[in-house]
């Protein structure tokens, strides 16, 4: 283990931050600009993804439009346990104890802790929650998780595991939660359509002869 701050850090993990950040250092220029702005708007398009994937199940029945719901809950909530997370393990930043953010413009600022990778955490859920939605989707937006949350460490703001256990973090929370929230949320939908044909059973009428 290597003592890299308030906590100890995996020796393998802090080796291959020094191979990342030696080969963004030798990389061409233009890969440095492109991979050192990747992660925002990485983020932003698996949103969209995300967003795309919610839109496409509004059109079927209460379970579909349950997960179209509840789309975005889970990587809230996956965001808000790495941030804890942060504040329980108060593990420094790369840049900061070993001193080699190449390709960051600057470091983070004290008290803004490593693990776990809130971009990573969020990409893993905004990724998997896309992937129950739409499985083609899904498989676009897995590999755009994986490059935001390389791009952490190529920059030089994060060890590896910081980006692989926010990754997973927000993988888990998104395979968890999101079927939890989308059962009652169905269950509601249903009841109401239930409300909504008892008062006007003449609705159902019209749109069988539709």
């Known amino acids: 283990m290597a003592d890299t701050g308030s906590i100890d850090v995996p ?7 020094h191979d990342v950040v030696d080969a963004a250092a030798d990389s ?12 925002e708007g990485v983020i932003l398009l698996l949103g969209a993804l995300l967003l795309a994937a919610a839109l496409s199940r509004l059109a079927g029945g209460p379970h579909n439009r349950a997960l179209a719901l509840v789309a975005p809950l889970p990587t809230l ?7 804890w997370l942060k504040t329980v ?12 953010a190449i390709i960051a413009g600057a470091c983070p600022p004290p008290g803004d802790w490593s693990f776990p990778s809130n971009h990573a955490t969020v990409a893993g859920a905004l990724a998997v929650t896309t992937l129950l939605l ?6 676009l937006a897995l590999p755009l998780a994986a490059l935001a949350a390389f791009s952490r460490v190529f920059v030089g703001v994060h060890y590896p595991h910081d980006v692989i256990a926010g990754v997973l ?10 079927p939890l929230l989308a059962r009652p949320a169905a269950e509601a939908l249903r009841r109401r359509a239930d409300r909504a044909r008892a008062q006007n059973p003449r609705s159902g009428d019209r749109e069988v002869v539709r």
């Open 89 to 100: 393990v108060d593990e420094d930043r790369p840049c900061r104890t070993i001193g080699q």
């Open 77 to 83: 909530l996956a965001y808000a346990g790495s941030e």
């Open 11 to 17: 020796e393998i993990s802090v080796e291959w931050y």
């Open 169 to 178: 973090l927000g993988a888990l929370v998104a395979t968890v939660v999101t």
């Open 28 to 39: 061409p220029q233009a890969v440095q600009w492109f991979v050192g702005h990747a992660t």
């Open 134 to 139: 739409s499985r083609r989707l899904g498989l």
